[in-house]
């Protein structure tokens, strides 16, 4: 396992549509386990492979919060099949350091994908999980929390991302 580097917005790969995963062989598994040490490394809750630089629909989630403990939940080409109810939640993102948002999400979530083992498998998730799950599948197709964020609030973020790029020479 190995932790990799995680893109932050405005980087381009953020923003494309992952490839579905072929199959999950030696390739993918690697990237799944390197996904979760980064995630870990990270103090993060999920990441998808996007956020690695990898434009494959890849998941990894550890949501451990106060009382809450979900295992750990690795995925290919994940897709919510059902969503009900509403839930408020104020989400931060490791490609937006900083930047947090309130965004309007499914409270509970089915969701369908294929295991590290390559098994097709149906999930049932509710609350935190719910949003985690779909802020992540989000990140698959390319969207961001900054999307949900108003224009105001987007264009401070940008104009302080690019100042500290300018001041890193990165622009």
Same mark, same amino acid.
């Given at each position: 396992?190995? *932790? ?11 923003? *494309? ?40 629909? *890849? !998941? ?19 897709? !919510? ?55 992540? !599948? ?34």
């Amino acid at each position: 396992m190995a *932790v990799r580097e995680i893109r932050t917005y405005p980087d381009d790969v953020l923003r *494309v549509k992952a490839e579905p995963v072929e199959a999950v062989d030696a390739e993918v598994r690697q990237l799944m386990d390197d996904l979760v040490a980064t995630m870990h490394a990270s103090a993060g809750i999920g990441l998808a492979a996007p956020q690695v630089g990898v434009s494959k629909r *890849v !998941i990894v989630l550890h949501v451990k919060m106060d009382d809450l403990d979900h295992p750990l939940t690795v995925l290919a080409n994940p897709e !919510i099949v059902e969503g009900s109810g509403e839930i408020e939640f104020e989400e931060g993102c490791l490609s937006l350091p900083g930047f947090n948002v309130w965004i309007d999400r499914f409270s509970h979530v089915k969701v369908k994908g294929t295991d590290r083992e390559g098994t097709e498998v149906e999930l049932e998730a509710d609350g935190l999980f719910a949003v985690a799950l779909q802020h992540e !599948i989000d990140h698959l197709e390319g969207k961001l929390i900054i999307d949900s964020a108003s224009p105001i609030k987007r264009a401070f973020y940008s104009k302080s991302v690019k100042k500290q790029m300018a001041k890193a020479g990165q622009l």
